[in-house]
């Protein structure tokens, strides 16, 4: 199975930029063990700007997801937890709801691009979508199937690179 790690796509420098997010709650407790801990639900102030597109996708400070994005999900019947996290522009009134998506993660696993080369063997994943954690980022990994079905619905903000996933040495 092809795997892809979501990146940052041209349209996500028009999303909904978070201000004052730090503190709100710990983002080290965006996990399968540690999801009790998040509010269920946040609001966040975002900077007032003419040129905000609420994108289905945000990748900063943490990933968000659009409700759209969430139902895809869970049409792969994945496990996928979530907190409600609502958007607010207060200059302009607008609001979006957004989800905090916790899913399985792994540090058995290291990504690689597929121009890279590297030994070990490639490992096949039952699943089609879940976190890739290494020393530096979680990395989100979905399957071919689950980005089909999201570019086909016309998802913004979805940047792709297509990876290798190998058990960790």
Same mark, same amino acid.
């Given at each position: 199975?092809?795997?892809?790690?979501?990146? *940052?796509?041209?349209? @996500?420098?028009?999303?909904?930029?978070?201000?004052?997010?730090?503190?709100?709650?710990?983002?080290?407790?965006?996990?399968?063990?540690?999801f009790p801990k998040l509010p269920k639900r946040q609001l966040f102030i975002i900077e007032p700007s003419e040129k905000t597109i609420y994108t289905d996708f945000i990748l900063f400070p943490f990933l968000l997801l659009s409700f759209k994005v969430i139902n895809v999900i869970k049409m792969y019947r994945e496990i996928c937890?979530?907190? *409600?996290?609502?958007? @607010?522009?207060?200059?302009?009134g607008k609001s979006e709801l957004y989800h905090l998506p916790v899913f399985d993660e792994t540090n058995k696993l290291f990504v690689r691009e597929k121009r890279e080369t590297r030994s070990g063997e490639e490992v096949y994943v039952d699943k089609h979508i879940f976190w890739v954690r290494d020393s530096l980022k979680r990395h989100t990994i979905i399957s071919l199937d689950l980005a089909e079905s999201l570019i086909r619905r016309g998802v913004t903000g979805l940047g792709i690179r297509e990876v290798d996933l190998f058990m960790s040495e």
């Open positions: 199975m092809k795997y892809f790690e979501i990146q *940052d796509a041209p349209e @996500l420098k028009y999303a909904p930029r978070l201000e004052q997010w730090y503190g709100k709650f710990d983002v080290r407790d965006i996990g399968i063990s540690t937890f979530y907190r *409600d996290v609502i958007l @607010l522009d207060q200059i302009s």
